[in-house]
């Protein structure tokens, strides 16, 4: 009975992804995209002749658990989608399991999307957001997240994530997007490789870097940066997470060296993530 109950349990979560999966497809596919219910909010601003080619992303209020998924566009628009998930308690075989359900509503004055600012003030809630967006193929961007700046002057040619305050690679559709923000123990993606962000610059994991010159880090709990290198291995910016915007750290980073970093036999800029637990 025991073994039956665990089949019962696992089976019903596997459903549970799937319709997860299979309700977005349904809500790209209805046209306007707001008639699923965990679409909260749907914005999208053409974009004319005039438009200089880049965009600022700013948010604000953003958790752990919540994911901003970039995708490059043919389309000369930007469009913005915010989806909600909360997990509900259900009792199966005696026993209480977690699953996805509907998130909260958002006010439409919280996603704010013109032809220079996409904008997202998260409010205080329960559960799971996911922004989604998809802007023209090699729109240049910078991100700012929760206060601090984590992306500066990458150019959009393939699908790019923000989780916990750090990119890397994104989900090709808003399904699958949706779909790891859910359920993130589904993400495929290794870890180590590279992720172009622009012209000749790339997202690289920092354990395939060799630094060359470096100073100790305070001694503090939990260390979050990120910073872009140029082909010389000198860093030209840091984006220090946590704890946020120490002054020390930044200063600290901002004079280390690294080996440059040779894609195809050409040194390139690079952008990556430090962690110190």
Same mark, same amino acid.
């Given at each position: ?12 979560? #596997? ?32 974009? #004319? ?19 901003? *998924? ?26 209480? $399991? ?28 329960? #559960? ?17 997240? *929760? ?5 500066? *002057?990458?150019? =959009? ?18 399904? %699958? ?39 100790? =880090? ?8 990120? %910073? ?23 200063? $600290? ?25």
């Amino acid at each position: 009975m025991r073994h039956f109950g665990s089949q019962r349990i696992g089976i019903f979560i #596997g459903f549970g992804v799937l319709v997860a999966i299979s309700s977005v497809i349904y809500a790209q596919t209805s046209g306007g995209g707001t008639s699923y219910q965990s679409v909260k909010i749907a914005k999208s601003v053409e974009l #004319g002749s005039l438009w200089q080619g880049s965009v600022n992303i700013s948010v604000s209020g953003m958790q752990e658990t919540d994911v901003i *998924n970039i995708v490059p566009s043919e389309n000369q628009q930007f469009s913005a989608k915010v989806l909600t998930s909360e997990d509900r308690t259900i009792q199966l075989d005696n026993k209480n $399991i977690n699953v996805p359900g509907e998130g909260a509503a958002l006010s439409d004055t919280s996603l704010v999307v013109s032809t220079t600012n996409i904008s997202f003030a998260r409010p205080v809630m329960n #559960g799971k957001v996911l922004l989604f967006l998809e802007l023209p193929q090699g729109t240049n961007f910078s991100i700012s997240y *929760n206060g601090s700046t984590i992306g500066t *002057n990458g150019q =959009l040619y393939s699908s790019l994530a923000v989780r916990a305050g750090a990119l890397s690679k994104g989900a090709e559709t808003m399904a %699958m997007a949706y779909t790891h923000t859910i359920f993130p123990q589904l993400l495929d993606r290794d870890p180590n490789e590279d992720v172009l962000i622009g012209q000749q610059r790339y997202l690289v994991a920092y354990s395939k870097l060799q630094l060359k010159k470096s100073s100790q =880090l305070p001694n503090v709990p939990f260390i979050k940066l990120s %910073m872009d290198v140029d082909e010389q291995g000198i860093v030209e910016n840091v984006s220090v997470v946590s704890p946020i915007n120490s002054t020390e750290i930044h200063q $600290i980073v901002s004079a280390w060296e690294f080996v440059p970093y040779v894609v195809n036999g050409t040194p390139v800029k690079f952008s990556t993530v430090f962690v110190r637990d």
